[in-house]
T-cell receptor, first 117, second 111 residues
Framework: GAVVSQHPSRVICKSGTSVKIECRSL??????MFWYRQFPKQSLMLMAT?????????EQGVEKDKFLINHASLTLSTLTVTSAHPEDSSFYIC?????????????FGDGTRLSIL | GEDVEQSLFLSVREGDSSVINCTYTDSSSTYLYWYKQEPGAGLQLLTY?????DMKQDQRLTVLLNKKDKHLSLRIADTQTGDSAIYFC???????????FGKGTRLSVIA
C-alpha cells in the first residue's frame, strides 16, 4: 500500500543548530502534506499545511520563520527547524494526502524525534 | 472550533474486550479514524470509517459510529498484551484536510 517515508527518525543536536526533516510519499503523488507536533504525553497538533508549489499555511502560534516548510515536488516536503532550542524538542510527524484521490485517508510517516541539548 | 474528546486511560484483562470511546463536535466530519501509537513510535492507522457508515469490522476490531450523538467507539476483541498502547481518535472533513486528534486513550492490558 501507499507509504510515507520520514527522515531522520531521530535527531540529537546542540542548541542553535538548524535541523531539516524530510517527508516523502513513496508510491503516490501528494499535493498536500501536513506537519504535526506531539509533545510528550500529549496529542498531535497541526503545525502547518504544505501545498506543492505554494507557500505553506501555518496554524496560529506557529512561527513561519522558525519552522520553514518547502514542498518543491509532489513527493517531497521538508520542515526545517531553524536555530533550534530545547523548547523545540518534540516529536514531529508528517502526513500526506494523495493527489486526485481525496477519498483515501492520509498516510503518516513514522515521525522524527528531535532532542535539542 | 473542532474538538475530539476521549477518556485518558483504560485497563483490561488479557482476553477480555476493550472498548475505547470518543466524541467529536464537528458535524461535517466525513472521516473518523483510530490510530495506535506504541511507546517511542509513530502512528499506525488501525481503521477508519466514513460518516455514512454505522459500523465497520476488521478482524478483532469493530468500529461503531453514532452520527446523531457524534460518538465513535473502537472495540478490540480478545485483547492481548501487544495491544497495550495509546489509541487516538481523529476526524477530518476529507482525505486532504488536516486531522483533529483527541488526546489519546492509554490502554493497559493486564496478563
Amino acid at each position: 500500500g501507499a507509504v510515507v517515508s520520514q527522515h531522520p527518525s531521530r535527531v540529537i543536536c546542540k542548541s542553535g543548530t538548524s535541523v531539516k526533516i524530510e517527508c516523502r510519499s513513496l508510491d503516490f503523488q501528494a499535493t498536500t502534506m501536513f506537519w504535526y507536533r506531539q509533545f510528550p504525553k500529549q496529542s498531535l497538533m497541526l503545525m502547518a499545511t504544505s501545498n506543492e508549489g505554494s507557500k505553506a499555511t501555518y496554524e496560529q502560534g506557529v512561527e513561519k520563520d522558525k519552522f520553514l516548510i518547502n514542498h518543491a515536488s509532489l513527493t517531497l516536503s521538508t520542515l526545517t527547524v531553524t536555530s533550534a532550542h530545547p523548547e523545540d524538542s518534540s516529536f514531529y510527524i508528517c502526513s500526506a494526502s494523495a493527489y486526485l484521490n481525496s477519498n483515501q485517508p492520509q498516510h503518516f510517516g513514522d515521525g522524527t524525534r528531535l532532542s535539542i541539548l | 472550533g473542532e474538538d475530539v474528546e476521549q477518556s485518558l486511560f483504560l485497563s483490561v484483562r488479557e482476553g477480555d474486550s476493550s472498548v475505547i470511546n470518543c466524541t467529536y463536535t464537528d458535524s461535517s466530519s466525513t472521516y473518523l479514524y483510530w490510530y495506535k501509537q506504541e511507546p517511542g513510535a509513530g502512528l499506525q492507522l488501525l481503521t477508519y470509517i466514513f460518516s455514512n457508515m454505522d459500523m465497520k469490522q476488521d478482524q478483532r476490531l469493530t468500529v461503531l459510529l453514532n452520527k446523531k450523538d457524534k460518538h465513535l467507539s473502537l472495540r478490540i476483541a480478545d485483547t492481548q498484551t501487544g495491544d497495550s498502547a495509546i489509541y487516538f481518535c481523529a476526524e477530518s472533513y476529507s482525505g486532504n484536510t488536516p486531522l483533529v486528534f483527541g488526546k489519546g486513550t492509554r490502554l493497559s492490558v493486564i496478563a
